[in-house]
């Protein structure tokens, strides 16, 4: 198997972006990675979309997104796991490389949700839930993590006031990011008197719908090795899992088993534990999904996730910091593309170039995204060399 | 939705029938052709008694499309006595006072329906089992 590397990574702005279209931001995106990288060839497009069927009544991205790169002639491969859509987009693109099948893989990740209105939109979302025994009942995405949090409130004890600091943390992290969406700072108050949506989870628990695509180009590391434009960054470990799509056929309503089994897979490929483990980017669709996936994954006890976030572990100067792009809440989720934009902020991270918000000295950084209510879930490790 | 998918499902929907794996005894509900426990095939088919308990759930505020007119409504997941989950509503109670552990039991309502001349969806909701 050859060794991975990232030698590109491109990003749009994240936010409603009315002038623009699916395959505006898409080949944008693109365009800056392959700026970035310095290189102007691709061997195989893999494009990570949940649902461009409804979001936008557009399907065959495969030819679309190739035809307007300008790249008729190569293997192009639309990619859907719900929210993680973009995570195994990356995955794939690794795939091809470490097979010996592309030279250089693109992997983009898009999502264009303000062309329909918030209650299409909302649809569209629920069908990554199952339709004929959750969404029939009328759940919604915010309902299922509100039943994950009341269950975590109800075992661990964790607060409102211990949520409402991940989405706090967050968003000052996302203040020094000028590609999120809503690059401000909050207070506990703002979200903790924020409109209810699904008890007990309120309005500013909630990743917001957005536009926005971003992009990564993979090479082997003996190719990258010959390149001098950045720093090196490799892949050394990715693992995907996926559990039940119905909450109520879960084992455990306090952790999920798809975030800890794609995380050890990850970590075991890169030989790698996860105490040495520098920052992650996770999958904080909600405030408490954060809590849930840093937790599951072990990198705090089950249970400890409120009360260690309230201390300062995971901030930006904290001893884990976790999301330093400003997450999900603060940058945007466009669903597709935020699995690719994790691995765009960690490869900036590791190559010293994420400005105000840079964590110093790290080496490896921990990538993991989500589908669903944690039906899929795909972590990347990337380190520096 | 279409007339079919949902009268495929009424055999879980009206009268909440599950499959026992014959081989290992597991429930499954909604039924499936492979027993997740030991992929075994061959199932019998029971109906749930309707009877649990409140795992637990959430009230909705913000509605999906088709479900505005009842909100906020409350939606959780009951453990049924045979020991599978089900996710369902939560009526005729006063949604403030809900409580996980709460003893419940699964009635025939009326779900949804598409305006005055779509399809009426009726299934299972639950409602607190006050032992009449």
Same mark, same amino acid.
């Given at each position: 198997?050859?060794?991975?590397?990232?030698?590109? #990574?491109?990003?749009?702005?994240?936010?409603?972006?009315?002038?623009?279209? !699916?395959?505006?931001?898409?080949?944008?995106?693109?365009?800056?990675?392959?700026?970035?990288?310095?290189?102007?060839?691709?061997?195989?497009?893999?494009?990570?979309?949940?649902?461009?069927?409804?979001?936008?009544?557009?399907?065959?991205?495969?030819?679309?997104?190739?035809?307007?790169?300008?790249?008729?002639?190569?293997?192009?491969?639309?990619?859907?796991?719900?929210?993680?859509?973009?995570?195994?987009?990356?995955?794939?693109?690794?795939?091809?490389?470490?097979?010996?099948?592309?030279?250089?893989? !693109?992997?983009?990740?898009v999502?264009?949700?303000?062309?329909?209105?918030?209650?299409?939109?909302?649809?569209?979302?629920a069908?990554?839930?199952?339709?004929?025994?959750?969404?029939?009942?009328? #759940?919604?995405?915010?309902?299922?993590?509100?039943m994950?949090?009341?269950?975590?409130?109800?075992?661990?004890?964790?607060?409102?006031?211990?949520?409402?600091?991940?989405?706090?943390?967050?968003?000052?992290?996302?203040?020094?990011?000028?590609?999120?969406?809503?690059p401000?700072?909050?207070?506990?108050?703002?979200?903790?008197?924020?409109?209810?949506i699904?008890?007990?989870l309120?309005?500013?628990?909630?990743?917001p719908?957005?536009?926005?695509?971003?992009?990564?180009?993979?090479?082997?590391?003996?190719?990258?090795?010959?390149?001098?434009?950045?720093?090196?960054?490799?892949?050394?470990?990715?693992?995907?899992?996926?559990?039940?799509?119905? !909450?109520?056929?879960?084992?455990?309503?306090t952790? !999920?088993?798809?975030?800890?089994?794609?995380?050890?897979?990850?970590?075991k490929?890169?030989?790698?534990?996860?105490d040495?483990?520098?920052?992650?980017?996770?999958h904080?669709?909600?405030?408490?999904?954060?809590?849930?996936?840093?937790?599951?994954?072990g990198?705090?006890?089950?249970g400890?996730?409120?009360?260690?976030?309230?201390?300062?572990?995971?901030?930006?100067?904290?001893?884990?910091?976790?999301?330093?792009s400003?997450?999900?809440?603060?940058?945007?989720?466009?669903?597709?593309?935020?699995?690719?934009?994790?691995?765009?902020?960690?490869?900036?991270?590791?190559?010293?170039?994420?400005?105000?918000?840079? #964590?110093?000295?790290?080496? #490896?950084?921990?990538?993991?995204?989500?589908?669903?209510?944690?039906?899929?879930?795909?972590?990347?490790?990337?380190?520096?060399? | 939705?279409?007339?079919?998918?949902?009268?495929?499902?009424?055999?879980?929907?009206?009268?909440?029938?599950?499959?026992?794996?014959?081989?290992?005894?597991?429930?499954?509900?909604?039924?499936?052709?492979?027993?997740?426990?030991?992929?075994?095939?061959?199932?019998?088919?029971?109906?749930?008694?309707?009877?649990?308990?409140?795992?637990?759930?959430?009230?909705?505020?913000?509605?999906?499309?088709?479900?505005?007119?009842?909100a906020?409504?409350?939606?959780?997941?009951?453990?049924?006595?045979?020991?599978?989950?089900?996710?369902?509503?939560?009526?005729?109670?006063?949604?403030?006072?809900?409580?996980?552990?709460?003893?419940?039991?699964?009635?025939?309502?009326?779900?949804n329906?598409?305006?005055?001349t779509?399809?009426?969806?009726?299934?299972?909701?639950?409602?607190?089992?006050?032992?009449?």
């Open positions: 198997m050859k060794e991975i590397a990232v030698i590109g #990574i491109g990003i749009t702005k994240f936010g409603e972006l009315w002038e623009k279209s !699916l395959r505006d931001i898409a080949v944008e995106s693109a365009i800056n990675c392959l700026e970035d990288a310095g290189i102007d060839r691709i061997d195989s497009i893999n494009i990570g979309c949940m649902s461009s069927g409804l979001f936008n009544g557009q399907e065959h991205l495969a030819s679309m997104i190739a035809d307007y790169l300008g790249r008729l002639d190569i293997p192009s491969t639309r990619v859907e796991s719900a929210c993680v859509s973009g995570g195994l987009a990356v995955r794939n693109a690794c795939l091809e490389i470490a097979a010996g099948v592309s030279d250089y893989a !693109l992997a983009i990740g999502e264009k949700m303000t062309d329909v209105s918030m209650g299409k939109a909302t649809y569209a979302l069908t990554a839930a199952d339709q004929d025994y959750e969404a029939f009942h009328g #759940i919604t995405f915010p309902g299922l993590y509100a994950l949090a009341r269950a975590h409130m109800e075992r661990y004890g964790t607060t409102r006031e211990q949520m409402a600091q991940v989405s706090v943390k967050n968003h000052y992290n996302g203040s020094m990011n000028s590609n999120a969406q809503f401000f700072t909050i207070t506990r108050d703002t979200v903790l008197n924020s409109t209810m699904a008890d007990p309120r309005l500013m628990d909630c990743s719908v957005t536009d926005g695509a971003a992009a990564v180009l993979l090479t082997t590391v003996e190719k990258a090795k010959k390149l001098k434009k950045h720093p090196l960054v490799v892949i050394s470990g990715f693992g995907s899992a996926t559990d039940s799509i119905a !909450l109520s056929h879960r084992k455990k309503l952790e !999920l088993q798809a975030v800890k089994k794609s995380a050890a897979k990850a970590l490929m890169a030989e790698r534990t996860i040495d483990i520098d920052f992650a980017e996770v904080d669709c909600f405030t408490i999904a954060e809590i849930l996936v840093l937790e599951s994954m990198i705090i006890g089950p400890k996730g409120g009360p260690a976030t309230v201390d300062g572990y995971t901030a930006l100067d904290g001893k884990f910091p976790v999301n330093p400003g997450g999900l809440k603060s940058k945007g989720h466009p669903v597709g593309a935020t699995g690719v934009a994790q691995i765009f902020e960690a490869v900036n991270q590791l190559r010293g170039n994420s400005e105000k918000r840079q #964590i110093p000295g790290v080496k #490896i950084g921990l990538a993991q995204n989500m589908g669903g209510s944690g039906g899929s879930s795909v972590c990347h490790i990337l380190e520096a060399k | 939705m279409n007339v079919p998918r949902h009268w495929r499902e009424t055999p879980e929907r009206y009268r909440m029938e599950a499959a026992k794996c014959r081989k290992c005894g597991k429930i499954s509900f909604p039924a499936r052709l492979i027993c997740p426990a030991c992929g075994n095939k061959v199932f019998d088919k029971i109906n749930l008694s309707g009877k649990g308990k409140l795992l637990t759930y959430t009230i909705i505020r913000t509605a999906p499309e088709g479900f505005e007119d009842i906020p409504y409350a939606v959780g997941i009951v453990e049924m006595e045979e020991r599978v989950r089900v996710m369902g509503q939560i009526t005729d109670c006063d949604l403030l006072n809900l409580k996980t552990g709460d003893k419940l039991i699964s009635k025939f309502r009326r779900i329906e598409e305006g005055k779509g399809l009426i969806m009726y299934a299972y909701k639950f409602v607190p089992d006050v032992g009449i």
